[in-house]
């Protein structure tokens, strides 16, 4: 397939899509680096700073699936218009966060509006890039939400120590609204309809599709369940990681701000070249055997099986080096698993692709929800930075095995509806 320049019409709106992950990942994770600042003037403890952590994952995870239908049904332009500006201004808020109570809200906000993002990026995707790079494209803009974890932590302290820890997110708030903006203007939700698109494009580019219909919910639902299991295996570690990282350094090495904001960037810089091999590699295998089954469901738990292996010596060593290594392993091998697992849905239900994708990333959600909070309370009982990872490494070796169940190769059909439709015009 020809390669594309970086100014065509597909090139922009991939740019686009990686610029609002690199963006809604950096909003989620400055309050990680944050913590520091807000958590000693609020006199919080590692439970309550776990709590804030999470809080966004409550509505993120109810609007998951509605935001995916509503992406499908009403188009991922306006769906992601109205999220940008909402998560934008929940950012904000939290810059003027007076305490726990204040906090929370800030937090849930901003679940409420990044809770539909990826769904409607993924809807987006289903009709702007070709299907043999699926993977590629999930790869590089997750890979760019991870460029958001990377420099978050820098970044924040740099605000933190010239401004103080709430001009960190007055900053991060001011960018996404520019962002909105600039969306408006270079998307349009179908390729034709896009006035600088050319027929090479248009060519390489899957077929219009007809609107999703009304959506088969129990059908669809079941034949997601396997992947989004898999999938909230995968979240528990990537948010023990976002949430919990750069407080690991500082405290159980005992490092100050900036050098803890350091191992934690080299940390998340690890998951930035994962995400974008894990989305070359699945689809190189798919070219090379045709088999989505091996390029998406093989690849995934290999990779997790990794991620496991990674994880293993922290349990028998406290050297400073050697965790950094194992961390950066651990999050390397995890975050290659984002390629194929976010192509999934487009391979399965490419009709439903936001609100398959929604039902997936509910497992993610799921363990932001519980990761976060349960490894802060296991801290403040034991007191041992270490014993969260045992976590992650029993449900890796879940989501290893479950891997095999997910069939990508099995295309959702939608047979119920087709039936009900049918049946409705031969009555008629």
């Known amino acids: ?61 109810l609007f998951q699936v509605s935001g995916g239908w509503v992406s499908d049904r009403f188009g991922a332009k306006r769906t992601l218009l109205f999220c940008g500006a909402l998560w934008a201004v929940a950012t904000l808020l939290t810059g003027f966060a007076t305490g726990l109570a204040t906090l929370l ?28 790079r699926r993977g590629f494209a999930q790869g590089v803009t997750h890979a760019a939400a991870r460029i958001g974890n990377a420099v978050a ?57 007809p609107k999703a219909g009304k959506v088969p919910w129990g059908p669809l639902l079941r034949r997601m369940a396997p992947v989004t299991i898999v999938y909230f295996c995968y979240g528990w570690t990537l948010w023990l990681f976002l949430s919990w990282i750069p407080q690991y350094f500082l405290h159980n090495h005992s490092l100050d701000l900036g050098k803890s ?56 060593t406290h050297d400073l080096i050697v965790s950094v290594l194992c961390l950066s392993a651990g999050f390397f091998f995890a975050e290659m698993t984002i ?49 969260p990872f045992v976590g992650s490494m029993a449900l890796m070796a879940v989501g290893v095995v479950l891997a095999f169940r997910m069939r990508p190769g099995d295309r959702f059909e939608a047979t119920s509806t087709a039936g009900e439709i049918a049946a409705s015009q031969q009555r008629a």
């Open 105 to 132: 809200a800030a937090r849930l906000l901003l679940g409420f509006g990044e809770g539909a993002t990826f769904p409607a990026a993924t809807s987006a995707m289903s009709r702007w890039v070709a299907k043999e």
């Open 339 to 387: 390629g194929p697992m976010w192509a999934i849905p487009m391979d399965i239900a490419p009709q439903y692709a936001g609100t398959a994708s929604g039902i997936m990333n509910t497992g993610s959600a799921l363990a932001a929800i519980i990761s976060p909070v349960l490894s802060g309370f296991v801290i403040d009982a034991t007191h041992n930075w270490q014993l």
């Open 1 to 61: 397939m020809k390669r594309l320049r970086l100014t065509s019409a597909t090139s922009v709106v991939l740019i686009m899509l990686c610029i609002m992950y690199f963006i809604t990942y950096l909003d989620r994770v400055n309050v990680s680096t944050a913590a520091a600042g807000f958590g000693k003037e609020f006199g919080l403890s590692h439970t309550q700073i776990g709590l804030v952590f999470s809080a966004f994952a409550y509505p993120y995870l």
């Open 261 to 316: 904001a350091v191992f934690a960037s080299a940390v998340f810089f690890a998951g930035v070249i994962g995400d974008t091999l894990g989305g070359t590699v699945t689809d190189w295998l798919y070219a090379r055997t045709g088999n989505l089954n091996r390029a998406r469901s093989l690849m995934v738990s290999v990779c997790m099986l990794l991620t496991l292996l990674s994880l293993v010596p922290l349990m028998f």
């Open 153 to 209: 932590p820098g970044m924040i302290v740099l605000a933190m120590t010239a401004w103080g820890w709430r001009a960190s997110f007055f900053v991060c708030g001011a960018i996404s609204l520019v962002w909105v903006a600039v969306w408006y203007f270079t998307f349009a939700e179908r390729p034709a309809e896009h006035r600088r698109i050319t027929e090479a494009e248009l060519a390489v580019l899957p077929q219009p599709a």
